[in-house]
């Protein structure tokens, strides 16, 4: 029976242990794939993993791939997965590559994430901000990308809108309630939409990417419809036949872009109004 008992008594330890040591040896793991791993698509899989991963080894990683990875996929991805991070000590690090790079897909990678950092340390309080803004209900109408994309322009949205003066799209991981907002003395908003079309096709030894959706601004939570955006977006890569990791790229790429511009109209036409 003592020995039955110590053996039950080792298995639980070991068993509380695990979680924290397979989450620490996962991270090297894909940080060692990712300095060391031959194929390019298989180093932006692990950046696009790394993105999601609050650790204090990720930085780094993303910093050494962003200045010395052969692809110029992964060091534009590198760029991305900086900011998405909020990783404001590679400011430095990306307006150097912004100038830089050999690349100009990664010099212009590097220069979006830089001024979303920039803009970022710059933005005020939210705690301080008049304006709340979140995403409500979006639809994919197009016959290409799924959900995916639906989650890429969600994201989209929320950039763009949170560099706006005065408006914040953070409350606490939740959504506030009106008593809340109230009580803040702010006014809420959403944004709900659709991708009305999105489509690629060969142009010669290009692939043009073109996008079209319309975005609606209504109050939260009380949904009565204050200002639209309608708008489409393109764009052209040297390349005939994207993989599906540079694809997702792409389609991150030209959703930011019709972000800011659904943003530029509806703070122009309402919210600065407010």
């Known amino acids: 029976m003592r020995f039955s008992w110590l053996a039950?008594?080792?298995l639980v330890v070991v068993l509380a242990g695990w979680p924290c040591r397979a989450s620490a040896d996962r991270v090297d793991r894909l940080i060692q794939i990712l300095r060391t791993d031959s194929s390019y698509k298989v180093r932006m899989r692990v950046v696009i993993t790394l993105t999601g991963i609050k650790d204090r080894r990720v930085p780094p990683a993303l910093l050494g791939a962003l200045s010395s990875d052969d692809s110029h996929l992964v060091r534009g991805l590198a760029a991305r997965a900086l900011a998405q991070q909020r990783?404001?000590?590679?400011?430095?690090?990306?307006?150097?590559?912004?100038?830089?790079?050999?690349?100009?897909?990664?010099?212009?990678?590097?220069k979006r994430a830089a001024d979303a950092l920039a803009s970022l340390a710059a933005a005020p309080d939210p705690r301080r901000a008049r304006i709340y803004v979140t995403v409500g209900t979006l639809k994919n109408r197009a016959r290409r990308g799924g959900d995916r994309v639906v989650r890429v322009l969600r994201r989209a949205l929320l950039d763009?809108?949170?560099?706006?003066?005065?408006?914040?799209?953070?409350?606490?991981?939740?959504?506030?309630?009106?008593?809340?907002?109230?009580?803040?003395r702010m006014k809420g908003y959403v944004l709900s939409g659709t991708i009305q079309r999105?489509?690629?096709?060969?142009?010669?030894?290009?692939?043009?990417?073109?996008?079209?959706?319309?975005?609606?601004?209504?109050?939260?939570?009380?949904?009565?419809?204050?200002?639209?955006?309608?708008?489409e977006a393109r764009m052209a890569v040297a390349s005939r036949s994207p993989s599906p990791e540079y694809l997702h790229v792409l389609y991150r790429e030209i959703f930011s872009g019709a972000a800011r511009e659904a943003r530029n109209h509806i703070v122009r036409s309402y919210l600065s109004r407010r």
């Open 8 to 10: 039950t008594y080792l």
């Open 87 to 110: 990783v404001r000590q590679a400011l430095p690090a990306l307006r150097r590559v912004s100038r830089r790079d050999r690349n100009p897909f990664v010099r212009r990678q590097a």
């Open 160 to 184: 763009a809108f949170e560099r706006v003066p005065g408006v914040t799209t953070r409350w606490d991981g939740r959504k506030p309630t009106a008593a809340e907002l109230q009580q803040r």
């Open 198 to 231: 999105l489509s690629r096709r060969r142009a010669g030894r290009q692939t043009e990417i073109h996008c079209r959706i319309r975005v609606e601004l209504a109050t939260y939570p009380g949904n009565s419809m204050k200002a639209f955006y309608s708008g």
